[in-house]
C-alpha cells in the first residue's frame, strides 16, 4: 500500500513552520507543535481558546486515572490505567471592547506558528481584524523548561496596529480539561488560592487520588492591577493592558507544575512543595529563561546532530524527530518510560509498550546513557508488578505487561495482555544491549541480574514441552506480528527466549566468579536454587526454533507455511488499515504479516545470522508484510540495505522522518508515533551508517544513498564521542571528545582517536 505524503509545512533545516490557519489540518499542527520535557507535555493548541476541532492536552509524565474492564475470567485485566488530561496552565482569554478572540469565528490575517529545534520554543501570531475595524497584532510564545523540569512559560505581546486603546485578558489554571474518551474532566478541587505573588490551585484525580500543583506569577512590561478569579476547578487573575498605536505590550506567565502520582501524598504537603518551588523561580527573567533554553539545545545538537546534504525534507525531519527525542526523554527522573505517544496525545492511552527497549533505547544508548538507564530503571521500579502479573496467569516469576503507565497491566484486549509474551525478552535484550555498549556492569549486577532471574522464571513455568517433537516451546501465543493469533512456537518468542535463558546464566556464572558479594545478594533476595539453573539451561538447549533448512527460512509459527497464501497488492488501497475496514477474525486466516517478526531477531541479534539467512528471510517475509505498525518500515530500510538492495531501502526510508511532519497514516492528530521516530534515527544509524551493536565492537558499514551528497551522524561509545561523515568518496571516522576506541569498519578494526581515520567508501556502497 502506498502511503502518501499531505505537505502543508514549510522546508527548513532548524524548524517547523506553519503559514496560515488551515481547520482541517489544525489537530494535525497541534501534536507536530508539541512540546515536552520529559516530565511535562503540551499540546500546540490554541491558548486563548478555539471553538473548532482541537485536542487541548497537557500530561505530566506518570500521572494516571483508572477505570474499569468488565471482564471476569482468571487471569484477564479488570481495570486499567491510563495517561490523565491534567491542568491547562496556558489558559488564556483575550477581548477588546466586548469582542473575544477565538480563530472559529474572529478574522485573522498573516497566521504563522514555529517550532524553533536550537531554542525549544513555539511561536505563534498573526493580525486580528475586529468588527469596528481595528487591527491588533497578537504574537504568543511558550517553553516548556529543558533545565527547570516543573517550569512553563508563556508570553503574550499585543501592538496595535492602527488604534491606541486596551486588551482585556484572565489568564489562569483550569483543571477542567475533558480527557476526550471519557467527555470529561477527570479532576477534582483539592485547595486553591494565592500566597504573595502566586496564585495557585492543587488537583486531585478522581479514582486514583494522583494529585497535581499548578501555580503561576505574572510579570509585564507594564503594572498590572489583577483582579482574583475563582470558579470551580480554577483559578486565574484577570486585567488589561494599556496599548498605544504601534507600540508592544506584553505580559509573561511562569508556571510551576508539581506532581505526585503516590495516593497517599497529603494535599497539604504537595502545596508546600509546590509554593517552594514556585518561590524559587519567581526571581527569574524571562530572558534567563530563554537563554538556558537556547543553551540546552545547543548543547545537544552539539552531540546528537545529524546533517544531510542534498536532502533538505529529511533534513529538517530527523531534527523533528531527534528534538522530539529528547522533549521526550532525557533520563532526569528514573522511573519515567515512553508512551506510545509521548506526552503528544491519549491515543494508547499513554502507555509504554515493547518498544521502548526494542526501538527506543538505541537512541539513548549512543546519545544519553543516563537516560537508557533510566528507561531499565523503570523496569526494575516495576518488577513487584510483573511478577504479580506472572501469578495472575499461574506462572513464576516476572510477566512485564505489553502496556503500561504503572508497571500493571492496561491492555484489555487479552489476546494482547495473555498472549504477546515478547515484553520480558525485549527488556532482557535492553539489558543485555546497555550493559554491552556502555559497560554498566554496576546496574547489570546490582538490578539486571535480579530482574533476569524473575523474568526466566516466567519463561521456565509458561513454555510446555512438545509431545511429539520432545522440544520445549510456546504455546498459545502471539508474537510481534499481531496477525497470527493464538499460534505456536512463535519463533522470535523462542529465539529470544533461549537468549534470555542463555545471558541470564551467563550473568550469574560471572558473577559467582567476579562478584561473590552482589551473587550472593541476588541470590538470597529471589531465593535462587542450582536446580533452577539447570533447568534453564536445559530448555535453552532444547528449545524448538522452526526452520526451513533447504531454504533457510525460519518459520514464523507452527504451521506457518501451510496457511492459506494472500497477495497483499491485490488488496484495494481503500480497504487499509485493515484494523479499520476487515472483521477482526479475518485478519488470522493468512500469511500475511503485520510487521517484521522473524527479520526483527535477525535484527536484534544481527551478528549471529549468514548475509544469505537474511535475504531468504527477508525476500520471503517482506512480500506477505503489509506494514500496518508504523515501526516496521524501518527494520525492512535497515535490513534492505544490508543485503544490498539500497533501491528498496530508500524507499522504504521514504517517509521516516517525515511519518509525522506529512501525516502519512493519517493519524497525526492523535499525537506523535514516539517509538517510530525513533526507528527513523535508527533507519539512517543503522541502516546507512551500517552501525550493529550486538557484536563484540560497534561496527560500521556505510553506504551513500544516490539522492544524497553526503551526511554525518554522532554516536557515544564507550566514553568517547565519534563523529562520522560519510560522502560520496569516503567515510570518516574522528574521536570528538573522550580519547579513543576501537570500532570495526568494513570489517577491519580501526583506534579512532582525535586526529581521525578516513577510508575509501565500501565497494558497492553508493545506494
Known amino acids: 500500500m502506498a502511503k502518501v505524503a499531505d505537505k502543508y509545512l514549510k522546508v527548513d533545516p532548524w524548524a517547523i513552520i506553519e503559514e496560515g490557519f488551515d481547520p482541517e489540518r489544525n489537530r494535525t499542527s497541534e501534536s507536530i507543535f508539541s512540546l515536552g520535557n520529559e516530565y511535562m507535555g503540551v499540546r500546540g493548541y490554541a491558548e486563548e481558546g478555539y471553538s473548532g476541532d482541537s485536542l487541548p492536552g497537557s500530561y505530566l509524565n506518570g500521572l494516571n486515572e483508572q477505570m474499569d474492564v468488565g471482564n471476569h475470567y482468571k487471569g484477564i485485566i479488570r481495570t486499567l490505567r491510563y495517561m490523565v488530561n491534567a491542568v491547562d496552565w496556558l489558559y488564556t482569554r483575550i477581548s477588546v471592547n466586548g469582542s473575544q478572540l477565538d480563530l472559529a469565528h474572529s478574522k485573522v490575517t498573516n497566521y504563522s506558528r514555529r517550532l524553533d529545534f536550537r531554542t525549544g520554543t513555539y511561536r505563534r501570531g498573526f493580525i486580528w481584524h475586529l468588527p469596528d475595524g481595528k487591527q491588533l497584532q497578537i504574537s504568543f510564545t511558550r517553553l516548556v523548561s529543558m533545565t527547570l523540569s516543573h517550569l512553563g512559560l508563556q508570553q503574550i505581546t499585543f501592538e496595535p496596529l492602527n488604534f491606541t486603546g486596551s486588551v482585556d485578558i484572565c489568564t489562569g489554571l483550569d483543571f477542567n480539561m475533558i480527557h476526550e474518551e471519557h467527555g470529561q474532566s477527570m479532576w477534582k478541587q483539592l485547595r486553591s488560592g494565592d500566597e504573595g505573588a502566586v496564585t495557585a490551585i492543587l488537583g486531585s484525580t478522581l479514582t486514583t487520588g494522583n494529585k497535581l500543583f499548578s501555580g503561576f506569577m505574572l510579570q509585564s512590561s507594564q503594572p498590572l492591577n489583577t483582579e482574583l478569579v475563582e470558579r470551580d476547578r480554577f483559578i486565574g487573575r484577570k486585567f488589561s493592558l494599556e496599548l498605544s498605536q504601534g507600540e508592544p505590550a506584553s505580559f509573561t506567565k511562569l508556571v510551576v507544575n508539581a506532581a505526585d502520582n503516590k495516593a497517599s501524598r497529603t494535599a497539604d504537603s504537595l502545596w508546600a512543595e509546590g509554593m517552594e518551588l514556585a518561590a524559587g523561580v519567581s526571581g527569574l527573567e524571562e530572558q534567563q529563561v530563554f537563554a538556558d533554553q537556547a543553551s540546552y539545545w545547543s548543547g545537544i545538537w552539539a552531540t546528537s546532530d545529524i546533517t544531510i546534504e542534498g536532502d533538505p525534507e529529511n533534513q529538517q525531519g530527523i531534527r523533528f524527530c531527534i528534538f522530539q527525542l529528547y522533549q521526550t526523554y532525557h533520563g532526569d527522573h528514573p522511573g519515567y518510560n515512553i508512551g506510545a505517544k509521548g506526552l503528544t496525545g491519549e491515543a494508547y492511552r499513554g502507555l509504554a509498550f ?9 537512541f539513548y544508548m549512543f546519545n544519553n546513557p543516563k537516560a537508557a538507564r533510566s528507561l531499565l530503571e523503570f523496569r526494575y521500579k516495576t518488577l513487584p508488578e510483573a511478577m504479580q502479573r506472572g501469578k495472575d496467569v499461574d506462572c513464576e516469576g516476572a510477566f512485564y505487561p505489553i502496556a503500561t503507565i504503572d508497571g500493571t497491566e492496561s491492555c484489555d484486549l487479552w489476546q494482547h495482555s495473555n498472549l504477546q509474551l515478547h515484553v ?18 554496576e546496574f547489570l549486577y546490582s538490578k539486571g541480574a535480579e530482574m533476569l532471574i524473575q523474568i526466566s522464571r516466567f519463561y521456565a513455568t509458561r513454555g510446555q514441552w512438545g509431545q511429539r517433537s520432545g522440544e520445549y516451546g510456546y504455546f498459545g501465543v502471539m508474537g510481534p506480528d499481531e496477525f497470527q493469533l493464538m499460534v ?24 559467582k566468579v567476579k562478584t561473590p558479594e552482589a551473587y550472593a545478594a541476588v541470590v538470597a533476595k529471589t531465593v535462587l ?24 527460512v525460519y518459520e514464523e509459527h507452527d504451521g506457518f507455511f501451510d496457511m492459506p497464501h494472500i497477495d497483499i497488492h491485490s488488496i484495494p488501497v481503500s480497504e487499509f488499515p485493515l484494523y479499520s475496514n476487515w472483521s477482526y477474525d479475518r485478519l488470522y486466516r493468512y500469511d500475511m504479516i ?12 544481527n551478528g549471529q545470522f549468514s548475509r544469505e539467512a537474511k535475504l531468504a528471510n527477508y525476500e520471503y517475509y517482506e512480500s506477505r508484510c503489509i506494514h ?66 550486538d557484536g563484540a565492537r560497534l561496527s560500521f558499514q556505510p553506504t551513500l544513498p544516490q539522492r544524497w551528497t553526503s551526511y554525518s551522524f554522532q554516536v557515544r561509545y564507550e566514553g568517547v ?17 573522550g580519547g579513543s576506541t576501537e570500532v570495526t569498519i568494513y570489517g577491519q578494526l580501526v583506534l579512532v582517536d582525535a586526529a581521525g581515520t578516513r577510508l575509501p567508501l565500501g565497494e558497492g556502497m553508493m545506494a
Not at 495 to 509: D, V
Not at 529 to 552: Q, V
Not at 721 to 737: C, H, M, P, T
Open 628 to 693: 500496518e505498525s508504523s515501526l516496521s518500515p524501518s527494520i525492512h530500510s535497515i535490513l534492505a540495505s544490508e543485503v544490498g538492495k539500497h533501491e528498496e531501502a530508500y524507499h522504504f526510508f521514504e517517509f521516516a522522518t517525515r511519518l509525522d511532519l506529512d501525516n502519512y497514516n493519517r493519524n497525526t492528530r492523535e499525537g506523535l508515533h514516539t517509538t517510530s521516530i525513533a526507528a527513523a534515527w535508527m533507519n539512517i544509524v543503522y541502516g546507512f551508517g551500517g552501525m550493529r551493536s
Open 354 to 362: 515493547w518498544d521502548t527497549e526494542s526501538y527506543c533505547l538505541p
Open 721 to 737: 564521542l565519534l563523529g562520522i561523515i560519510v560522502n560520496k568518496d569516503s567515510v570518516s571516522f574522528r574521536a570528538i571528545e
Open 424 to 441: 520480558g525478552t525485549a527488556v532482557s535484550y535492553g539489558i543485555w544491549h546497555y550493559v554491552k555498549n556502555t559497560g554498566d556492569r
Open 488 to 511: 505456536n512456537n512463535n519463533c522470535y518468542i523462542n529465539l529470544m527466549a533461549k537468549k534470555l535463558f542463555e545471558f541470564t546464566l551467563e550473568t550469574i556464572a560471572g558473577m
Open 594 to 605: 503485520k510487521q517484521p517478526d522473524v527479520l526483527m531477531f535477525m535484527f536484534l541479534y
Open 529 to 552: 536454587h542450582e536446580e533452577e539453573l539447570a533447568d534453564w539451561d536445559n530448555k535453552r538447549e532444547h528449545m524448538k526454533i522452526p526452520l526451513d533448512t533447504e531454504s533457510g
